[in-house]
């Protein structure tokens, strides 16, 4: 059975978030709490800070998606770069509602929802460029997420696993993947 350009682009970018919503955990599953809230300088988000404004962009941009303009007239984006949540259960309580939020608005969709027309800001959008756009919003956000979780784990060396192919083993890796036991991510 064939699959409709729409659909495989959907099933893409389901698959993309998924990615991106694991790779951001595995992140923080490595470090101390404590490191969750600490930034490098005063012009840096921590991670906290990150997922705050993350799942606010969530909220927005998913929440009635194809009906409302995905700015909502609630959210206060500049209030999402202060007062982080307070704890590690805070925070990954606010990174997993908003990723409930966009997996909510995303998975019902159908082939035909792909050339509908959605606005961000006022401008419109295929569902298509929508879903593009948060795509490389989130990766941007998640690669922060990352590169801060590995500064910190730095801090005691030996407390970092590689979230991707770890340095020397690239080819191992690859022979790993051709024989079957290893996926790609």
Same mark, same amino acid.
């Given at each position: 059975?064939?699959?409709?350009?729409?659909t495989?682009? @959907?099933d893409?970018?389901?698959?993309?978030?998924?990615?991106?919503?694991? @790779?951001?955990?595995?992140?923080?599953?490595?470090?101390?709490? =404590?490191?969750?809230?600490?930034?490098?300088? $005063?012009d840096?988000?921590?991670?906290?800070?990150?997922? +705050?404004?993350?799942?606010?962009?969530?909220?927005?941009? *998913? &929440?009635?998606?194809?009906?409302? $303009?995905?700015?909502?007239p609630?959210?206060?984006?500049?209030?999402e770069? =202060?007062?982080?949540?307070? !704890?590690?259960?805070?925070?990954?309580?606010?990174w997993?509602?908003? *990723? +409930?939020? @966009?997996?909510?608005?995303l998975?019902?969709? &159908?082939?035909?929802?792909?050339s509908?027309?959605?606005?961000?800001? &006022?401008?419109?959008?295929?569902?298509?460029?929508?879903?593009?756009?948060?795509i490389?919003?989130?990766s941007?956000?998640?690669?922060?997420?990352?590169?801060?979780? +590995?500064?910190?784990?730095?801090? !005691?060396?030996?407390? *970092?696993?590689?979230? &991707?192919?770890?340095?020397?083993?690239?080819?191992?890796?690859?022979?790993?993947?051709a024989?079957?036991?290893?996926?790609?991510?």
């Amino acid at each position: 059975m064939d699959i409709s350009p729409g659909t495989a682009f @959907l099933d893409e970018a389901l698959r993309s978030f998924r990615q991106y919503k694991d @790779l951001g955990e595995r992140a923080m599953a490595q470090i101390t709490p =404590e490191a969750c809230f600490r930034s490098l300088d $005063d012009d840096t988000n921590s991670i906290a800070v990150t997922v +705050k404004h993350m799942a606010g962009n969530m909220r927005s941009r *998913w &929440t009635d998606f194809l009906t409302t $303009d995905g700015e909502k007239p609630d959210r206060y984006r500049d209030t999402e770069f =202060e007062t982080p949540p307070q !704890s590690r259960a805070e925070l990954l309580d606010l990174w997993e509602q908003g *990723w +409930k939020i @966009l997996f909510g608005a995303l998975e019902p969709l &159908t082939e035909s929802d792909m050339s509908r027309t959605v606005l961000i800001r &006022t401008e419109p959008h295929s569902v298509l460029q929508a879903i593009n756009r948060q795509i490389a919003h989130y990766s941007y956000h998640v690669g922060q997420i990352v590169f801060l979780a +590995k500064h910190a784990a730095a801090q !005691s060396p030996g407390n *970092w696993t590689s979230l &991707t192919v770890p340095r020397g083993r690239s080819q191992q890796f690859t022979a790993d993947v051709a024989a079957g036991k290893l996926a790609q991510r």
